[in-house]
């Protein structure tokens, strides 16, 4: 078999390897592919990608400088390794990077779209605008170069500049999901609330699977007494992601500004600030959702967890206890107190009678023990 032909088939092999997400068979492809082809550079890359598509980061980096290195002509070498720069939490490299792209193709419109963005993000906003400005010169008809303008002139506060930017982007596409997003906010810090939660609605219209846009919809339909479609919007949020913080927050805007249900209200303004990890704020919820209504099972068990991060074992342990006289058979609330009483505190006996309540009521739990707790479920008793 002649070299070309042992190259595609390494390669083919690879990519089918990456997508089955067998990332050792596959990078074992890719490398034999770069030595059979003689450290080509266009193989290199490739082997860059599959690291970067298996989510092994450093390992692209790494292989796309190795590309720079031999290449330094190689423009998309560079915007990958800004791409990988940016996920790996460093963006002045990744600036680097992208300035190397220009060097490079100094019209790439997508490289200034992508580095003014970032320099927006970093509050280096008069070269983001600059650097915009010279995306739009290029392609005066696309949105993206004016959507990321508009964003970063509402973060400076040149609100109506920010506001005729987004309405040309309308204008342009006028039902894009990320212009109404951004069109809202914007309108709303213009101090057009209405016309904001219109916006906001369509962009969540066009993209409803989008987390980030229901919170900022739930957010102003709150900030403007609409708290039953803001709790509507927060719930669709949660349904996607329980543990997205800033839903749990609207939602309990909107249940405090009902007034129908306080206690859950100040149950969820609790949870949000606990998984922020504002574990002291948290419990000053919590006794508020107590202090309404002291039959919330959830209210004891996020208590107990909040009392736990500060290290205040025992209460932990009857604030769980108290969710459990509430909902005997919450098996989660039961599997961390079994944890609580046999990690740290030493109380195994208790444990084990809350793991075999646990394991009672879901057999599966059994298999999810630690050997040692297992055996000591297993014991006659």
Not at 153 to 180: I, K, M, N
Not at 219 to 232: F, K, S, T, V, Y
Not at 237 to 265: I, K
Not at 338 to 348: E, P, T
């Amino acid at each position: 078999m002649s070299d070309a032909r042992r190259i595609d088939l390494l390669l083919r092999q690879g990519w089918t390897l990456v997508e089955a997400g067998q990332p050792v068979e596959a990078l074992a492809r890719f490398t034999e592919a770069v030595a059979t082809g003689g450290g080509r550079v266009d193989l290199l890359l490739e082997k860059g990608v599959a690291e970067f598509k298996l989510g092994l980061h450093d390992e692209a980096l790494v292989t796309f400088r190795q590309v720079i290195a031999r290449d330094r002509t190689q423009a998309v070498a560079h915007h990958n390794a800004a791409k990988v720069l940016l996920l790996l939490g460093r963006p002045e490299e990744a600036l680097a990077a992208y300035d190397e792209v220009l060097q490079l193709q100094p019209d790439s419109y997508r490289t200034l779209v992508l580095k003014g963005t970032l320099l927006g993000e970093l509050g280096r906003c008069e070269e983001a605008l600059d650097t915009l400005d010279q995306a739009t010169q290029l392609r005066p008809r696309e949105v993206e170069a004016f959507l990321a303008a508009g964003r970063t002139l509402r973060h400076v506060g040149h609100t109506e500049q920010a506001l005729q930017t987004l309405l040309w982007c309308q204008g342009l596409t006028p039902l894009d999901p990320a212009v109404c997003h951004e069109l809202g906010l914007c309108l709303e810090a213009a101090g057009y609330p209405e016309e904001a939660i219109d916006a906001l609605a369509n962009a969540v219209r066009g993209r409803p699977e989008q987390i980030d846009y229901l919170v900022e919809l739930a957010r102003a339909l709150n900030a403007n007494r609409h708290p039953l479609d803001a709790i509507d919007c927060c719930t669709r949020a949660l349904a996607l992601d329980a543990t997205r913080a800033a839903a749990l927050r609207e939602l309990g805007r909107g249940e405090l500004l009902l007034g129908e249900a306080p206690g859950r209200g100040h149950l969820h303004q609790g949870q949000a600030l606990r998984l922020e990890g504002a574990e002291e704020e948290a419990l000053a919820e919590l006794e508020a959702a107590l202090a309404c209504d002291r039959t919330l099972d959830e209210a004891w068990a996020e208590r107990g967890r909040a009392l736990l991060a500060l290290g205040r074992l025992e209460e932990a342990v009857e604030s769980f206890y108290c969710s459990l006289q509430e909902r005997p058979g919450a098996v989660a609330v039961q599997l961390e107190l079994a944890d609580l009483l046999w990690q740290r505190l030493g109380r195994r006996e208790e444990a084990t009678g809350l793991y075999r309540r646990a394991v009672q009521i879901e057999v599966k739990r059994w298999f999810e023990l630690p050997p040692e707790v297992r055996a000591a479920v297993d014991q006659p008793r």
